[in-house]
């Protein structure tokens, strides 16, 4: 039979037409031994398993990112315990439809006794009465309700029914997982068996999908679908994907080289104190498909490394900028990235403690054997007392402006300076006291 026949045989001549149900939904794992990536939840000694293996289901919310699994979970949990499954959609569903799911799941376990899995999918749109109206059959056992979100549940789904309910984070899959259930559906879907479809340009593909299997799978059907005829196998590469999906590739690839050199243009651009450009790169980097906590925690590590103490306060701001991350996820946590970018830019910079450090731990090595002082050793027995520990150590609070000169390193060694405060910014008050204190290390 010619290719393009078969394929539209296979697919329908329309689309739109097409008898069969997409790939996306003939390829859903059925099982859990079938899933690709979710270990956490699903694999050995993982919850999802232990709840399938004892045979009860607490009620719970799904919360992850697109494509990531959370009803092919839901599926799989009610089919291996054979619940009826139900499933709304909260975009379109109402009070009545939600009343009349649990109407229908109380007559299921009169009449059958059989228990209701009830599937919301997006339960973060629903408002709070429709929320409310699901609390008592939660309560009395009449379903159990697994919700769906990509969204934070803390600040979408309701006090009331959150506390009726297990939260689980969904990661995003990885490229192993999307390629390893990718080749599961080119081997096991019959249709696609049948045109002996095979996938050239793994890393296009990959790329197009950013973590999200749904993406992978529809790309590979509608470059079937559009795909001319030809000899058999049906080979498929950068040109067909992108033909089908209409998109450019983007260029930044989360685990290549593109990668590195935007992560380390963004830093550069933060260390010159420029926001525009950081904020560019920041850009670059949300629209490629960054983890933003990747680039929240690279700006932890700037605040200490490249500004220091010419303003502590940036410490305190990414660290915060990084548990809005946490807390909020994209899109709305660019506009904390966007925050803290700017201010980390803005603020006067100082390497002086990542310089300190470095010096110290050179030092430090060549040292290592020396003992502590005995004034500065610890004496919580009156054995350690008698033995000289903490003898003759001044306390500086008991001394004019709360300092007291002393040796605080090892006797064998001569003290020198690791950590030298620059003028810039907050720094300034601190190498002004640091010189007058210590004027026989650092000078007059």
């Known amino acids: 039979?010619?290719?393009?026949?078969?394929?539209?045989?296979?697919f329908g001549a329309d689309p739109s037409s097409a008898s069969s149900p997409p790939l996306a939904e003939r390829v859903r794992p059925r099982k859990l031994d079938e899933l690709s990536g979710q270990?956490?939840?699903?694999?050995?000694?993982?919850?999802?398993?232990?709840?399938?293996?004892?045979?009860?289901?607490?009620?719970?919310?799904?919360?992850?990112?697109?494509?990531?699994?959370?009803?092919?979970?839901?599926?799989?949990?009610s089919a291996s315990l054979d619940f009826r499954f139900r499933q709304l959609s909260a975009v379109d569903a109402g009070v009545r439809d939600v009343r009349s799911a649990l109407e229908e799941a109380r007559n299921a376990r009169l009449l059958d006794g059989r228990q209701?899995?009830?599937?919301?999918?997006?339960?973060?749109?629903f408002n709070k009465a429709q929320q409310d109206s699901l609390l008592h059959a939660i309560e009395q056992g009449t379903v159990v309700l697994i919700g769906a979100t990509t969204?934070?549940?803390?600040?979408?789904?309701?006090?009331a029914l959150m506390s009726r309910m297990q939260v689980y984070l969904l990661k995003p899959l990885e490229d192993a997982h999307i390629r390893s259930l990718m080749t599961r559906a080119l081997e096991m879907d019959e249709q696609l068996s049948a045109l002996?479809?095979?996938?050239?340009?793994?890393?296009?593909?990959?790329?197009?999908?950013?973590?999200?299997?749904?993406?992978?799978?529809n790309?590979?059907?509608?470059?079937?679908?559009?795909?001319p005829p030809g000899t058999m196998p049906l080979h498929l590469g950068r040109e067909q994907f992108l033909k089908a999906v209409q998109q450019n590739l983007p260029s930044y690839d989360r685990k290549g080289e593109y990668h590195y050199d935007t992560v380390s243009a963004?830093?550069?651009?933060?260390?010159?104190?420029?926001?525009?450009?950081?904020?560019?790169?920041l850009a670059r980097m949300i629209e490629g498909g960054e983890d933003p906590k990747f680039i929240a925690r690279r700006m932890v590590i700037f605040a200490s490394e490249d500004v220091g103490n010419a303003d502590p306060y940036a410490l305190t701001l990414a660290v915060a900028v990084f548990h809005a991350v946490e807390m909020i996820g994209l899109p709305e946590a660019r506009i904390n990235l966007a925050q803290g970018v700017t201010y980390l830019a803005g603020c006067a910079k100082s390497n002086a403690s990542y310089e300190g450090i470095n010096r110290a731990q050179r030092c430090a090595t060549a040292h290592q054997d020396d003992p502590v002082p005995m004034h500065l050793r610890n004496a919580p027995t009156k054995l350690m007392k008698n033995a000289g520990y903490g003898a003759g150590y001044r306390y500086p609070h008991e001394y004019d402006s709360h300092f007291v000169e002393e040796n605080y390193f090892p006797d064998t060694m001569t003290p020198e300076v690791f950590y030298q405060p620059t003028a810039e910014g907050r720094e300034k008050f601190i190498r002004e006291r640091l010189h007058h204190l210590w004027k026989g290390r650092y000078g007059s």
Do not use: Y
């Open 116 to 125: 209701t899995l009830l599937f919301i999918d997006e339960i973060h749109r």
């Open 196 to 217: 002996r479809v095979r996938v050239d340009d793994w890393d296009v593909l990959l790329r197009l999908a950013a973590g999200d299997a749904r993406k992978a799978l």
């Open 151 to 159: 969204e934070n549940p803390s600040f979408e789904v309701n006090a």
């Open 219 to 227: 790309a590979v059907e509608a470059a079937v679908m559009l795909s």
């Open 1 to 10: 039979m010619p290719e393009r026949q078969l394929q539209k045989d296979l």
């Open 266 to 281: 963004f830093i550069k651009s933060l260390r010159g104190s420029d926001p525009d450009a950081a904020l560019f790169w």
């Open 39 to 77: 270990d956490h939840l699903a694999g050995p000694g993982a919850p999802l398993r232990t709840f399938i293996e004892q045979g009860r289901l607490p009620s719970m919310i799904f919360w992850g990112p697109p494509g990531s699994g959370k009803t092919t979970l839901a599926e799989i949990c």
